[in-house]
């Protein structure tokens, strides 16, 4: 028996990566996978939008646990295989206050008690204050648990700390992890497997930086660094099982930061597990990664269990036997999808609209319209009549006891006329053909030409600035939120900086020049196509007109020499959109960071430097470089 475990980041977005692209349905996935017990996290969707056939994958039992107010966040899987791997309960979240509706009775529930906060020592937050329940840590759908008799499974999604506010989040979450384990050996003298996505580095060997001496000598200054290794073996009661069998394996990570190519060069992390007691460690014959499995920031990670043992006593016990499988077919746990109402015909889906229908069913569906037919036409006419034969005074009063609307009652009634098709004629309609624009159009004088609004205020005689006279500075510097930039009006142009100001400069010549070309000369004949000055003229206007639309080239890193890679901001915050000219060389052990970040006797300059430059600014350079340049091939 196989249990396997992956971070898919996204039930959706997986069938969209190679091999899994090929499958048709969720059923061929788990197929592929060749696993008994399969448990995802991160599936980011909810019940409502659940596909059927992932709720239903064939011969799959499923369980799911989903976010109880945000749709499209965290979310764990577990799928069985119910020839092999029938569950005897599920649970879904650690503190067991989530429940089906009804809830779980005491023979259906896995444990008779549950962690509560008054039994850990919360982690505080920032102002001081700890959880009076783990209502909150349990409404994010990142827990599940199944009874397999030999073992209670455990698949968790850890929070990640993307924030000090969510930290002690963070922290809370492990606590509660631990304190159900806790109950569950020392109460129940259970054995378990806790596996999935724990968001913690065990030890400095699961880090790309973890060689580094810095890194070394505070490397469990971090609480959950140190949580994880108190409560892993020889200091706690679990296993890591994987590393078990590679207790010397380097560059063994299950994640990856796929934004920063860190793949390409295995830059990343182990922060997947498959824990357990010391009690199932007879049963567990290996235990590995899957790097080379595609469609998630993830690897898959997995142990194969042994189909039987043989005991002290020499007795031979069966895995089967032991999981209290059976041969008869077996109805899963009540928490399992299958009898969810949408699932188990109880409740109509939208989609079932929209699908086909067989043949029964429409004469089902036929039978009941035909039953709903109470009246007759002749009844309508004698009720319309009778309706319509009150006076108005008696009409609504009627209508006011009866509490039906005083409309419906004082409208006479209307004649339906069947349908008729639109008459079929023979005749075309008329080919609109559009006006085809001249290929010449001569400038109208008073039209305002582009050097306008690149020109300079005049200082003789100031005017109030209008609406239309605004020009708005792109401010790049970094945050400076680009939404408050304050309008700059055309006789505020003194009050600009001096990289502003010439770019402004550059821009209003650039201008001129095209202006200059465009620009028609009266009262004189057209140049013949051999004079030479406008010939010149003509090159001229290309090349202004080539300058301001050719595509900035990216500048080289200043380690390198290497052209850079252009990327767009989208955190949220006052930059997102903008784009950057960073090095094109992956990350890798040792990048350059900076020099907050980094040592620089510990940077590896095979990899990724820290060159960094907004793309605006950068066009900007080029733009100044060119003028330069077009400014002295003309001579003074």
């Known amino acids: 028996m196989r249990i396997l475990s992956w971070?898919?980041?996204?039930?959706?977005?997986?069938?969209?990566?190679?091999?899994?692209?090929?499958?048709?349905?969720?059923?061929?996935?788990?197929?592929?996978?060749?696993?008994?017990?399969?448990?995802?996290?991160?599936?980011?969707s909810s019940r409502a939008n659940l596909p059927r056939d992932v709720a239903l994958p064939g011969h799959y039992d499923s369980f799911f646990s989903f976010p109880v107010s945000k749709g499209g966040y965290s979310g764990v899987a577990v799928y069985t295989d119910s020839r092999t791997a029938a569950p005897l309960k599920a649970e879904e979240g650690l503190a067991g206050r989530l429940q089906p509706q009804p809830p779980l009775s005491t023979e259906e529930r896995i444990s008779p008690s549950y962690p509560y906060p008054h039994d850990i020592?919360?982690?505080?937050?920032?102002?001081?204050?700890?959880p009076a329940t783990f209502d909150a840590l349990d409404a994010e759908g990142r827990g599940l648990i199944l009874d397999f008799g030999l073992f209670v499974l455990i698949n968790v999604y850890c929070p990640n700390e993307t924030s000090e506010e969510r930290l002690s989040f963070k922290m809370n979450y492990h606590l509660m992890l631990q304190e159900r384990v806790r109950k569950l050996i020392e109460q129940e003298h259970r054995e378990v497997i806790v596996l999935g996505d724990i968001n913690v580095c065990?030890?400095?060997?699961?880090?790309?930086?973890?060689?580094?001496?810095?890194?070394?000598?505070?490397?469990?200054?971090h609480p959950a660094r140190a949580w994880m290794h108190n409560w892993l073996s020889p200091k706690g009661p679990m296993m890591d099982v994987v590393r078990m069998f590679w207790p010397e394996r380097q560059n063994m990570y299950t994640c990856w930061n796929t934004k920063l190519q860190a793949r390409e060069t295995n830059y990343g992390t182990r922060i997947d597990y498959i824990l357990a007691t010391e009690g199932l460690l007879p049963w567990i014959k290996h235990?590995?990664?899957?790097?080379?499995?595609?469609?998630?920031?993830?690897?898959?990670?997995?142990?194969?269990?042994?189909?039987?043992?043989?005991?002290?006593?020499?007795?031979?016990?069966q895995l089967r036997d032991a999981m209290k499988q059976t041969n008869a077919e077996r109805q899963p746990p009540?928490?399992?999808?299958?009898f969810w109402d949408e699932f188990s015909g109880k409740q109509t889906v939208l989609s079932s609209f929209f699908g086909k229908r067989t043949a029964s069913e429409d004469i089902v569906n036929d039978a009941r319209i035909e039953s709903q037919k109470s009246l007759t036409t002749s009844e309508l006419a004698s009720l319309s009549q009778g309706v319509t034969s009150q006076t108005q005074p008696d009409a609504i009063l009627s209508a006011s006891q009866s509490g039906l609307p005083l409309a419906s009652l004082t409208e006479a009634p209307k004649k339906f006329r069947p349908l008729q098709p639109a008459p079929v004629t023979n005749k075309r309609r008329p080919i609109e053909h559009p006006v085809k624009p001249s290929k010449k159009q001569k400038v109208v004088k008073g039209q305002a030409s582009i050097a306008t609004f690149f020109s300079k205020s005049s200082t003789s005689k100031p005017s109030a600035p209008k609406a239309n006279e605004v020009i708005e500075i792109e401010d790049d510097n970094e945050g400076v939120d680009a939404s408050t930039s304050t309008p700059l009006s055309s006789h505020r142009t003194g009050s600009l900086s001096q990289a502003e100001q010439d770019q402004l400069d550059a821009d209003y010549r650039l201008a001129c020049e095209l202006a200059k070309a465009d620009a028609p000369v009266d009262d004189e004949p057209s140049p013949s196509p051999s004079d030479s000055g406008a010939s010149s003229s003509s090159q001229q206007k290309k090349s202004a007109w080539s300058d301001l639309f050719t595509r900035v080239p990216p500048p080289n890193c200043t380690v390198h020499g290497e052209p850079t890679k252009l990327y767009t901001v989208n955190k949220p915050g006052p930059n997102k959109g903008k784009t950057f000219f960073i090095c094109s060389r992956?990350?890798?052990?040792?990048?350059?960071?900076?020099?907050?970040?980094?040592?620089?006797?510990?940077?590896?300059?095979?990899?990724?430097?820290?060159?960094?430059?907004?793309?605006?600014?950068?066009?900007?350079?080029?733009?100044?470089?060119?003028?330069?340049?077009?400014?002295?091939?003309?001579?003074?």
């Not at 065990?202 to 200054?221: K, R, V």
């Not at 890798?588 to 980094?598: A, I, L, T």
């Open 586 to 636: 992956p990350v890798g052990p040792g990048y350059d960071k900076g020099k907050n970040e980094r040592l620089r006797d510990e940077v590896d300059h095979r990899y990724r430097c820290n060159y960094f430059k907004w793309a605006s600014d950068v066009r900007r350079d080029t733009l100044r470089a060119r003028d330069r340049t077009r400014t002295q091939s003309q001579g003074p």
């Open 287 to 317: 235990g590995d990664i899957q790097p080379s499995l595609k469609g998630s920031d993830h690897c898959p990670i997995y142990v194969d269990f042994q189909d039987e043992i043989t005991l002290d006593t020499g007795e031979t016990l």
């Open 7 to 44: 971070n898919i980041n996204g039930i959706r977005t997986l069938p969209k990566y190679h091999p899994w692209n090929t499958f048709k349905s969720c059923e061929g996935i788990l197929d592929e996978l060749k696993a008994d017990i399969i448990c995802f996290q991160e599936m980011k």
């Open 334 to 338: 009540r928490l399992a999808a299958k």
């Open 202 to 221: 065990a030890a400095p060997l699961d880090h790309c930086d973890g060689h580094l001496p810095s890194n070394q000598a505070t490397f469990y200054d």
């Open 121 to 130: 020592v919360a982690y505080p937050d920032e102002e001081g204050g700890v």
